[in-house]
T-cell receptor, first 116, second 114 residues
Framework: GAVVSQHPSRVICKSGTSVKIECRSLDFQATTMFWYRQFPKQSLMLMATSNEGSKATYEQGVEKDKFLINHASLTLSTLTVTSAHPEDSSFYIC????????????FGQGTRLTVV | AQSVTQLDSQVPVFEEAPVELRCNYSSSVSVYLFWYVQYPNQGLQLLLKYLSGSTLVKGINGFEAEFNKSQTSFHLRKPSVHISDTAEYFCAVSERAAGNKLTFGGGTRVLVKP
């Protein structure tokens, strides 16, 4: 159990377009999902916390109008990178918290975004 | 707020040799501690976690870690590594009340040589 599916795994888009990344908890319900960003050879940096049915909480320095987060159900959160630019190219990873309050977060497989 | 420091960015090691990855953290509140492994272009897989109780924690794939409260450390060890252990390893902490919101260390790249 505790599978988180992230889609797509890899996407290439043109500069100025928007890209949507989905994060689904397949066998559990998630009141909270987290979105991380990882630059090459670097650690994961938390971008935002997504709560089902309410607005996301963004970390300092993360543009909420650029990285739109929607958590419309207990099993799905989406991250939309709007008007993407080459500097947005990165590895994006989501994690989900089980509503039953388990102490570990479960991670998706990640999405490699390349903006050309 | 918490912070996590992984003292070694890269650790080369020969196959079947032991390996230790160092992790120190700082926090003003009680935390949970985790070690994750990441293979190229993949998400994170949990190796082990410390919540409470015994300070020696055993995880998957033969890994273990020891929590040392006085030294605020959570070092990861494996007595004999395999080629397949080549990966990036991340130490992370979360506040007990923060609901799985993780702060990660910078990562340690383990390269196992034949």
């Amino acid at each position: 159990g505790a599978v988180v599916s992230q889609h797509p795994s890899r996407v290439i888009c043109k500069s100025g377009t928007s890209v949507k990344i989905e994060c689904r908890s397949l066998d559990f319900q998630a009141t909270t999902m987290f979105w991380y960003r990882q630059f090459p050879k670097q650690s994961l940096m938390l971008m935002a916390t997504s709560n089902e049915g309410s607005k996301a909480t963004y970390e300092q320095g993360v543009e909420k109008d650029k990285f739109l987060i929607n958590h419309a159900s207990l099993t799905l959160s989406t991250l939309t990178v709007t008007s993407a630019h080459p500097e947005d190219s990165s590895f994006y990873i989501c994690s989900a918290r089980d509503v039953r309050g388990r102490t570990e977060a479960f991670f998706g497989q990640g999405t490699r975004l390349t903006v050309v | 707020a918490q912070s996590v420091t992984q003292l070694d960015s890269q650790v080369p090691v020969f196959e079947e040799a032991p390996v230790e990855l160092r992790c120190n953290y700082s926090s003003s509140v009680s935390v949970y501690l985790f070690w994750y492994v990441q293979y190229p272009n993949q998400g994170l897989q949990l190796l082990l976690k410390y919540l409470s109780g015994s300070t020696l924690v055993k995880g998957i794939n033969g890994f273990e870690a020891e929590f040392n409260k006085s030294q605020t450390s959570f070092h990861l060890r494996k007595p004999s590594v395999h080629i397949s252990d080549t990966a990036e390893y991340f130490c992370a902490v979360s506040e007990r009340a923060a609901g799985n919101k993780l702060t990660f260390g910078g990562g340690t790249r383990v390269l196992v040589k034949p």
